[in-house]
Protein backbone atom coordinates (compact mmCIF):
# COMPACT_ATOMS: atom_id res chain seq x y z
CA UNK A 1 0.00 0.00 0.00
CA UNK A 2 1.23 3.05 -0.62
CA UNK A 3 2.79 5.32 2.09
CA UNK A 4 0.39 8.63 1.77
CA UNK A 5 -2.54 5.91 1.39
CA UNK A 6 -5.31 6.17 4.13
CA UNK A 7 -7.38 3.30 5.01
CA UNK A 8 -10.52 4.13 7.45
CA UNK A 9 -12.89 0.96 6.55
CA UNK A 10 -12.54 -2.39 5.64
CA UNK A 11 -15.73 -4.07 3.77
CA UNK A 12 -15.11 -7.80 3.49
CA UNK A 13 -17.08 -10.42 1.90
CA UNK A 14 -17.89 -13.54 4.09
CA UNK A 15 -17.64 -16.93 2.31
CA UNK A 16 -14.61 -17.38 -0.09
CA UNK A 17 -13.21 -14.56 1.86
CA UNK A 18 -13.17 -14.22 5.97
CA UNK A 19 -13.81 -17.87 6.25
CA UNK A 20 -12.31 -20.87 5.08
CA UNK A 21 -13.44 -23.40 2.84
CA UNK A 22 -15.47 -24.87 5.77
CA UNK A 23 -16.89 -21.88 6.86
CA UNK A 24 -14.75 -21.46 10.20
CA UNK A 25 -14.06 -18.11 11.46
CA UNK A 26 -10.09 -18.12 12.25
CA UNK A 27 -8.40 -16.77 15.42
CA UNK A 28 -5.94 -15.00 12.87
CA UNK A 29 -8.76 -13.33 11.04
CA UNK A 30 -10.01 -12.35 14.60
CA UNK A 31 -7.30 -10.78 15.68
CA UNK A 32 -6.95 -9.11 12.56
CA UNK A 33 -10.18 -7.26 12.80
CA UNK A 34 -9.42 -6.31 15.96
CA UNK A 35 -6.10 -5.23 15.04
CA UNK A 36 -8.10 -2.87 12.68
CA UNK A 37 -10.32 -1.64 15.56
CA UNK A 38 -7.39 -1.23 17.61
CA UNK A 39 -5.82 0.96 14.69
CA UNK A 40 -9.18 3.37 14.81
CA UNK A 41 -10.05 1.59 11.31
CA UNK A 42 -13.84 0.35 11.41
CA UNK A 43 -14.88 -3.23 9.39
CA UNK A 44 -18.27 -4.11 8.06
CA UNK A 45 -19.30 -7.29 6.20
CA UNK A 46 -21.46 -7.57 3.43
CA UNK A 47 -22.36 -11.11 1.73
CA UNK A 48 -25.21 -12.85 -0.84
CA UNK A 49 -26.15 -14.53 2.90
CA UNK A 50 -29.16 -13.50 4.94
CA UNK A 51 -28.78 -11.29 7.90
CA UNK A 52 -28.93 -13.70 9.99
CA UNK A 53 -26.64 -15.90 8.43
CA UNK A 54 -24.18 -13.43 9.76
CA UNK A 55 -25.17 -13.57 13.30
CA UNK A 56 -22.45 -15.97 14.27
CA UNK A 57 -19.75 -13.03 13.40
CA UNK A 58 -21.06 -10.29 15.62
CA UNK A 59 -19.84 -10.94 19.07
CA UNK A 60 -16.49 -12.63 17.63
CA UNK A 61 -15.44 -9.40 15.71
CA UNK A 62 -17.28 -6.97 17.55
CA UNK A 63 -19.55 -5.52 14.98
CA UNK A 64 -21.16 -1.95 15.37
CA UNK A 65 -21.54 -1.44 11.70
CA UNK A 66 -24.04 -2.08 9.35
CA UNK A 67 -24.42 -5.38 7.87
CA UNK A 68 -25.41 -5.83 3.92
CA UNK A 69 -27.19 -8.73 3.80
CA UNK A 70 -27.99 -10.75 0.57
CA UNK A 71 -25.61 -8.06 -0.90
CA UNK A 72 -27.00 -5.15 -0.18
CA UNK A 73 -30.72 -6.30 -0.48
CA UNK A 74 -31.21 -5.81 3.44
CA UNK A 75 -28.79 -3.39 5.66
CA UNK A 76 -29.35 -4.60 9.13
CA UNK A 77 -27.74 -3.22 12.66
CA UNK A 78 -26.18 -5.89 14.89
CA UNK A 79 -29.19 -6.60 17.06
CA UNK A 80 -30.46 -7.34 13.34
CA UNK A 81 -33.15 -4.16 12.92
CA UNK A 82 -33.59 -3.01 9.64
CA UNK A 83 -32.11 0.08 8.40
CA UNK A 84 -32.68 -0.25 4.82
CA UNK A 85 -34.51 -2.76 2.24
CA UNK A 86 -33.80 -2.83 -1.52
CA UNK A 87 -36.60 -5.05 -2.45
CA UNK A 88 -36.42 -7.14 -5.71
CA UNK A 89 -39.47 -5.77 -7.88
CA UNK A 90 -42.41 -8.43 -8.07
CA UNK A 91 -42.29 -8.29 -11.99
CA UNK A 92 -38.08 -9.03 -11.71
CA UNK A 93 -38.85 -11.64 -9.53
CA UNK A 94 -41.61 -13.30 -11.71
CA UNK A 95 -39.27 -12.82 -14.50
CA UNK A 96 -36.23 -13.90 -12.93
CA UNK A 97 -37.72 -17.15 -11.40
CA UNK A 98 -38.93 -18.37 -14.62
CA UNK A 99 -35.91 -17.55 -16.18
CA UNK A 100 -34.12 -20.08 -13.83
CA UNK A 101 -36.93 -23.04 -13.88
CA UNK A 102 -36.74 -22.89 -17.79
CA UNK A 103 -32.87 -22.78 -17.52
CA UNK A 104 -32.91 -26.62 -15.11
CA UNK A 105 -31.57 -24.66 -11.83
CA UNK A 106 -32.75 -24.92 -8.52
CA UNK A 107 -34.76 -21.64 -7.01
CA UNK A 108 -34.10 -20.75 -3.63
CA UNK A 109 -36.37 -17.33 -2.77
CA UNK A 110 -35.56 -15.09 0.67
CA UNK A 111 -38.15 -12.43 1.72
CA UNK A 112 -38.30 -10.97 4.74
CA UNK A 113 -36.34 -12.71 7.37
CA UNK A 114 -37.08 -16.59 5.54
CA UNK A 115 -35.58 -18.34 3.26
CA UNK A 116 -38.03 -20.43 1.23
CA UNK A 117 -37.59 -24.00 -0.58
CA UNK A 118 -39.42 -26.96 -2.39
CA UNK A 119 -37.31 -29.15 -1.89
CA UNK A 120 -35.35 -29.85 1.27
CA UNK A 121 -33.09 -32.73 -0.39
CA UNK A 122 -31.42 -30.87 -3.40
CA UNK A 123 -28.45 -30.04 -3.59
CA UNK A 124 -26.37 -27.24 -1.61
CA UNK A 125 -29.64 -26.96 1.28
CA UNK A 126 -28.25 -29.05 3.59
CA UNK A 127 -24.45 -27.07 2.81
CA UNK A 128 -26.27 -23.75 3.26
CA UNK A 129 -28.46 -24.07 6.02
CA UNK A 130 -25.35 -25.55 8.50
CA UNK A 131 -23.55 -22.33 7.16
CA UNK A 132 -26.21 -19.80 8.05
CA UNK A 133 -27.33 -21.44 10.93
CA UNK A 134 -31.02 -21.79 10.48
CA UNK A 135 -33.01 -23.99 8.35
CA UNK A 136 -35.52 -23.22 4.98
CA UNK A 137 -39.33 -22.53 5.15
CA UNK A 138 -40.57 -25.22 3.00
CA UNK A 139 -43.30 -24.60 0.43
CA UNK A 140 -45.21 -25.91 -2.60
CA UNK A 141 -45.27 -22.91 -4.36
CA UNK A 142 -42.46 -20.03 -4.60
CA UNK A 143 -44.49 -17.96 -6.40
CA UNK A 144 -46.35 -17.12 -3.61
CA UNK A 145 -43.81 -15.47 -2.06
CA UNK A 146 -42.50 -13.18 -5.02
CA UNK A 147 -43.92 -9.62 -4.34
CA UNK A 148 -40.74 -8.16 -2.55
CA UNK A 149 -38.32 -10.91 -2.03
CA UNK A 150 -34.49 -9.53 -0.73
CA UNK A 151 -33.24 -12.44 -3.28
CA UNK A 152 -34.04 -15.09 -5.69
CA UNK A 153 -31.01 -17.50 -6.18
CA UNK A 154 -30.29 -20.03 -9.46
CA UNK A 155 -28.62 -22.90 -7.88
CA UNK A 156 -26.59 -25.59 -9.70
CA UNK A 157 -23.52 -27.74 -9.73
CA UNK A 158 -23.28 -26.72 -13.42
CA UNK A 159 -20.90 -23.62 -13.08
CA UNK A 160 -20.75 -23.12 -16.65
CA UNK A 161 -25.04 -23.26 -16.41
CA UNK A 162 -24.62 -20.43 -13.78
CA UNK A 163 -22.25 -18.61 -15.81
CA UNK A 164 -24.07 -18.42 -18.63
CA UNK A 165 -27.90 -17.69 -16.61
CA UNK A 166 -25.97 -14.94 -15.06
CA UNK A 167 -25.00 -13.70 -18.57
CA UNK A 168 -28.81 -14.12 -19.54
CA UNK A 169 -29.95 -12.86 -16.62
CA UNK A 170 -27.96 -9.65 -17.23
CA UNK A 171 -28.88 -9.04 -20.57
CA UNK A 172 -32.46 -9.77 -19.67
CA UNK A 173 -32.49 -7.05 -16.92
CA UNK A 174 -30.31 -4.64 -17.82
CA UNK A 175 -30.50 -1.70 -15.07
CA UNK A 176 -34.06 -3.58 -13.53
CA UNK A 177 -32.19 -6.08 -11.47
CA UNK A 178 -28.46 -7.22 -10.33
CA UNK A 179 -27.26 -10.77 -11.25
CA UNK A 180 -23.77 -12.12 -10.23
CA UNK A 181 -22.61 -15.26 -9.12
CA UNK A 182 -21.76 -15.28 -5.39
CA UNK A 183 -20.10 -18.65 -5.45
CA UNK A 184 -19.55 -20.92 -8.60
CA UNK A 185 -22.85 -22.52 -8.02
CA UNK A 186 -25.37 -19.79 -7.16
CA UNK A 187 -26.35 -17.45 -9.13
CA UNK A 188 -28.19 -14.12 -6.96
CA UNK A 189 -30.84 -12.08 -8.63
CA UNK A 190 -31.75 -8.61 -6.29
CA UNK A 191 -32.50 -5.05 -6.75
CA UNK A 192 -30.47 -2.75 -8.93
CA UNK A 193 -29.74 -1.09 -5.80
CA UNK A 194 -28.42 -4.48 -3.98
CA UNK A 195 -25.04 -4.58 -5.28
CA UNK A 196 -21.64 -4.56 -3.16
CA UNK A 197 -20.92 -1.57 -5.30
CA UNK A 198 -24.04 -0.05 -3.40
CA UNK A 199 -22.99 -1.85 -0.37
CA UNK A 200 -19.84 0.40 -0.39
CA UNK A 201 -21.61 3.78 -1.15
CA UNK A 202 -23.98 3.39 1.27
CA UNK A 203 -21.11 2.45 4.24
CA UNK A 204 -19.17 5.52 3.37
CA UNK A 205 -22.52 7.62 3.40
CA UNK A 206 -23.05 6.34 7.10
CA UNK A 207 -19.40 6.77 8.17
CA UNK A 208 -19.24 9.81 6.21
CA UNK A 209 -15.74 8.28 4.74
CA UNK A 210 -14.76 9.10 1.45
CA UNK A 211 -14.67 6.12 -0.89
CA UNK A 212 -10.65 6.37 -1.70
CA UNK A 213 -10.40 5.72 2.14
CA UNK A 214 -12.30 2.03 1.53
CA UNK A 215 -10.71 -1.08 1.09
CA UNK A 216 -12.59 -4.31 0.08
CA UNK A 217 -11.70 -7.80 0.07
CA UNK A 218 -13.30 -10.48 -1.76
CA UNK A 219 -13.00 -13.52 -4.19
CA UNK A 220 -15.87 -13.54 -6.15
CA UNK A 221 -17.53 -11.72 -9.66
CA UNK A 222 -19.89 -9.74 -7.43
CA UNK A 223 -17.34 -8.33 -5.25
CA UNK A 224 -15.57 -6.95 -8.25
CA UNK A 225 -18.34 -3.88 -7.95
CA UNK A 226 -17.21 -3.02 -4.46
CA UNK A 227 -13.21 -3.13 -5.80
CA UNK A 228 -14.39 -0.38 -8.62
CA UNK A 229 -16.04 2.05 -5.50
CA UNK A 230 -12.68 1.49 -3.64
CA UNK A 231 -9.43 2.97 -2.74
CA UNK A 232 -8.04 -0.53 -2.61
CA UNK A 233 -9.45 -3.77 -3.31
CA UNK A 234 -7.99 -6.79 -2.25
CA UNK A 235 -8.65 -10.53 -4.49
CA UNK A 236 -8.29 -13.60 -2.08
CA UNK A 237 -6.09 -16.44 -3.74
CA UNK A 238 -8.53 -18.78 -4.28
CA UNK A 239 -10.23 -15.97 -6.35
CA UNK A 240 -10.77 -16.67 -10.18
CA UNK A 241 -7.94 -15.19 -12.16
CA UNK A 242 -10.70 -12.54 -14.09
CA UNK A 243 -11.43 -11.03 -10.54
CA UNK A 244 -7.69 -11.52 -9.52
CA UNK A 245 -6.58 -8.80 -12.50
CA UNK A 246 -9.51 -6.01 -11.34
CA UNK A 247 -8.18 -5.84 -7.59
CA UNK A 248 -4.80 -3.46 -6.34
CA UNK A 249 -3.74 -6.53 -4.97
CA UNK A 250 -3.86 -10.25 -4.40
CA UNK A 251 -3.42 -12.29 -1.10
CA UNK A 252 -3.21 -16.01 -0.26
CA UNK A 253 -6.30 -18.53 -0.04
CA UNK A 254 -8.93 -18.60 2.17
CA UNK A 255 -7.74 -21.61 3.80
CA UNK A 256 -4.03 -20.18 4.34
CA UNK A 257 -4.98 -16.98 6.13
CA UNK A 258 -5.72 -15.01 3.22
CA UNK A 259 -7.75 -12.80 4.99
CA UNK A 260 -5.55 -12.08 7.93
CA UNK A 261 -2.30 -11.91 5.86
CA UNK A 262 -3.86 -9.07 3.51
CA UNK A 263 -5.01 -7.10 6.65
CA UNK A 264 -1.42 -6.91 7.99
CA UNK A 265 0.24 -6.61 4.48
CA UNK A 266 -2.27 -4.45 2.47
CA UNK A 267 -4.03 -2.27 5.17
CA UNK A 268 -2.01 -2.00 8.94
CA UNK A 269 1.09 -2.19 7.26
Known amino acids: MPQDSKISLVVADVDGTLVTEQKVLTDEAQAAVHALHDRGIRFAVTSGRPPRGMAMLIDPLKLDSPIGGFNGGIYVQPDMSILKANPL????????????????????????????????????????????????????????????????????????????SAAEARQAF??????????????????????????????????????????????????????????????????????????????DSYNDEGFAKAMRRFVLG
Open 89 to 164: PADVARQAFDLLLERGLDVWVYAGTDWFITRPDAPHVAREAWTVKFDATVVKDLRQHLDAPAKIVGVSDDHDLVRR
Open 174 to 251: GERASAAPSQPYYLDITSRNANKGAVVEFLAQHFKVPLPEIATIGDQANDVLMFKKSGVSIAMGNAPDDVKSQATFVT
